[in-house]
């Protein structure tokens, strides 16, 4: 990897092209607490970095993890953080502790079938939202984190599922829309180390 410049407030205020930085992956990976760590390095304000937005939507909803089967559920998930995305489309630099391929992939694995997971891949890939944001996505910095064993905390809110078989999903919907992504995985285990492998992605973006 090249020499990385640091990323600044002049930086980010002088980019010409956006930079969209996007970490997913299974539930209990270090997603939030990565992305919270990034933005306090690269001294993110509000608006710049958006999360939580499926706990939200599951509130809002009146619904639980048991209703994560649901394709209604993952549809309106999908749509509440392209708002979010849409609503702060003009910043220089955007952090998300997930992204739109975060329902399909739960779409995916909760499916009764691989017929029906098919089904339900092609109808959220379909949605127009979804076909505006892909080619942003496939020009943005995604960072899929794999889990790491000692870190599996069941916290009652999050689907825990296989977390093996969820990270084959990601990278499989992630190969197959065509977006590059690097992946960490318990190799790199402490914070600081990933939060500056994320600051180097994001610099060389």
């Not at 939200?56 to 559920?73: A, P, T, Y």
């Not at 944001?133 to 809110?157: C, M, Q, T």
């Not at 977006?179 to 190799?187: A, F, L, S």
Request: with cysteine; glycine share 6%.
């Amino acid at each position: 990897m090249g020499a990385c410049r640091a990323l600044t407030p002049h930086h980010l205020e002088t980019m010409v092209k956006p930079v969209r930085i996007y970490v997913v992956g299974p539930s209990s990976t270090g997603k939030t607490t990565l992305c919270t760590a990034v933005a306090k390095r690269l001294g993110l304000v509000r608006g710049q970095f958006v999360t939580e937005v499926a706990r939200k939507v599951i509130r809002e909803l009146g619904l639980s993890r048991d209703n994560i089967g649901l394709l209604e559920m993952q549809e309106a998930i999908m749509r509440a953080h392209l708002e979010r995305e849409r609503e702060n489309e003009d910043e220089a630099i955007q952090l998300c502790d997930r992204s739109a391929i975060d329902p399909i992939v739960h779409a995916i694995f909760t499916a009764k079938d691989p017929g029906e997971a098919e089904a339900r891949k092609k109808s959220l890939v379909a949605l127009p939202e979804f076909q505006r944001i892909l080619p942003a996505y496939r020009s943005s910095v995604f960072i899929l984190l794999g889990p790491v064993g000692d870190w599996l905390v069941d916290d009652g809110f999050r689907h825990m599922g296989d977390q093996t078989q969820v990270l084959a999903v990601f990278r499989s919907v992630l190969e197959e829309l065509g977006i590059r992504y690097r992946e960490i995985g318990p190799e790199m285990r402490f914070l600081e180390e990933r939060t500056e492998f994320v600051r180097i992605m994001a610099s060389n973006f």
